[in-house]
């Protein structure tokens, strides 16, 4: 009896932990502003102009927020981009495992199109899950990953990179044949720019970096950004 209560008591504290994991952002997780304040958001999640036209579960203000070794790894990012003239803009950073549950729940809804025309023109929406476009867990959800652009410093618009971010199609790919050799060139730089202090790119999406020594390699957050 005595031990079946000690169980008990464990499992209680066991569930009281991972609930309060998934509640709060932990100590070595910061916002990426406090670390790096000339940095530009466009928090594509917190607001509609996203693939699902709508704002995603999970995102309460448009922050960025990242595990500090990702954050840290970024400034000198930016510092070294801002050398040449550049800086980054920031679409996510870390995504709660709801968000990407939304995700999941909306492309398997088939007749929600609203966003279909300038995300996933060419692409039927109940394949998007199929062909990896969607999937049931994000690098993002471990807190080192982002998706993110170049933006020139004299104007603070958009470098053109060839295609926007969250296209469903081969353009987004690093390697996409059909790009001038400017949009080449500017996807090379904030390519070179991230591998060289630790982070590593995804073929199918320009815009996708992880840190490559992440800290949380198997661990998916659920906490709310706010």
């Not at 999970?58 to 790894?73: D, F, H």
Request: with cysteine; aromatic share 14%.
């Amino acid at each position: 009896m005595k031990f079946n209560l000690c169980l008990i008591f464990a499992l209680s504290l066991s569930t009281l932990s991972l609930s309060a994991q998934e509640k709060t952002m932990p100590s070595d997780f910061v916002y990426v502003k406090d670390i790096i304040p000339t940095i530009s958001l466009e928090m594509r999640y917190f607001g509609s102009h996203n693939f699902t036209g709508r704002p995603i579960q999970g995102y309460e203000k448009p922050v960025a927020i990242l595990t500090k070794r990702a954050a840290l790894a970024l400034q000198q990012v930016e510092n070294h981009l801002n050398k040449k003239g550049l800086g980054l803009k920031i679409f996510d950073a870390y995504r709660p495992q709801r968000a990407v549950d939304n995700f999941k729940t909306w492309s398997l809804n088939t007749n929600d199109t609203i966003a279909k025309r300038e995300f996933y023109p060419i692409i039927n929406k109940k394949n998007l899950f199929n062909l990896g476009f969607i999937a049931s867990k994000s690098g993002h959800s471990r807190g080192s990953t982002v998706d993110l652009t170049l933006i020139s410093l004299k104007d603070h618009k958009e470098i053109d990179m060839g295609g926007p971010f969250d296209f469903f199609g081969a353009v987004s790919h690093h390697h996409y044949a059909h790009l001038t050799a400017q949009q080449k060139e500017n996807r090379k730089i904030l390519k070179e720019a991230m591998a060289k202090f630790g982070f590593k790119a995804y073929d199918k999406e320009w815009w996708h970096y992880t840190l490559q020594d992440e800290p949380y390699r198997k661990t998916y957050f659920d906490f709310i950004v706010k």
